[in-house]
């Protein structure tokens, strides 16, 4: 399982988890506790409770599937050029994760306390502020990625179903087949990516660049607040969908993970007291 597309795999569970675990506060316990105000208050919304570090691990999970494109796109049309390397993997690891803070690090400085409303808000220093800052979601984070998943994903679904050339030799038929299952999965989780994160990057889009006007806002407050709630489901479920769609579609995950499940009820068994009788049998 050591193979540079599992390492990949690796770092973007790590980035589902993480999606989670800072999403928790925000959603499931914000009404089980009482937020301090001040500084505290604020470092607070911008570490835990707001749910902030969440984006950053969204969009690391993005970036780390262009570089899982990459890969495939590697390993099917340059078959014979040297594969990735495990520095290699460590870099393209490092570089999602520094561009994903890169990205969200003007959410990250504008989120304080706000006494008025008991809650975490953004405090935007300008109306352009915000408008940049759902630009570069929409276009970093959203179109980008995705044309170039399509460009790269493209290139190899051509190759492996769209090719007239026969194989004939069983082994390459065999890893035929395998490149062909792992790049199908691949590309579902990237749909499913697609999918999940258009509707909140052009929910927050419109609603940056939409003025405020006494009609609008009318609108915006029937239709926006419904948009934000599917979109944030839409993100958690993005999340929460990728190993599923893994282990349905590679047979050696569906493989490791009942091992792995199976090793963990047999250490979890609580061992049976020995009896005496055939103890002194075996001694005899």
Known sequence: MKTPMNYLLVNLAVCDMLVGIFFMPRHLFFEHYQHPEGSLGDFLCKCLTFGILSWPASCASVYTLIAIAWERYNAIMKPHSVRFSIKKIKIAVVLCWVLAFLISLLDLIVVKYDPSIKSCDYKWMAPWAVKLDAAIWLFAVGCLPCLIMLALYGGVI??????KHKITDVSQRSLHKSRKR??????????????????????YFITSYTPQTPSTNETLTTVAPVFYKISHVLLLLNSSVNPFVYAVQDSRFRRCMSKLLCRWRNTRRPSLPADKSTTQGEAL
Request: proline share 0%; with cysteine.
């Open 158 to 163: 051509r190759t492996l179903w769209c090719s």
């Open 182 to 203: 792992v790049t199908k999965a691949a590309v579902t989780v990237t749909v499913i990516l697609f999918v999940c994160w258009m509707l909140n990057l052009l929910y």
